[in-house]
């Protein structure tokens, strides 16, 4: 089994900056993609960015140019800048990862237990 634990997150004003960061730990022999996804009130839980072990990144449309993903991959973190947060942004920010657990198994997808980003108009 492996845990994601994040950290960052709270409360900005519009136009602020928050950086979150997710550290996966257990029994992990390597990870595939990681990312973070959030969701909004009464709304289903969306891609912000997702970024391959290789590096590859992919962001949601309404997310790009504001933030950046990126990952350690000997560390096994994943951290997300946001900078000119808007009040659409707010939310709870989940960290994602593929985790392969031994050379023989299969990758399983793991969440964090969500952090609340708040931006204030």
């Known amino acids: 089994q492996a845990q994601l634990v994040e950290s960052g997150g709270g409360l900005v004003q519009a136009g602020g900056s928050l950086r979150l960061s997710c550290a996966a730990s257990?029994?992990?022999?390597?990870?595939?993609?990681m990312g973070w996804y959030r969701q909004a009130p009464g709304k289903q839980r969306e891609l912000v960015a997702r970024v391959t072990a290789g590096g590859a990144t992919k962001y949601a449309e309404s997310v790009k140019g504001r933030f950046t993903i990126s990952r350690h991959n000997a560390e096994n973190t994943v951290s997300l800048e946001m900078n000119s947060l808007k009040s659409e942004d707010t939310g709870v920010y989940y960290c994602?990862?593929?985790?392969?657990?031994?050379?023989?198994?299969?990758?399983?997808?793991?969440w964090g237990q969500g952090t609340q980003v708040t931006v204030s108009s």
């Open positions: 994602y990862a593929q985790v392969v657990e031994g050379f023989w198994s299969a990758a399983r997808d793991y």
């Open positions: 257990g029994s992990i022999f390597n990870i595939r993609d």
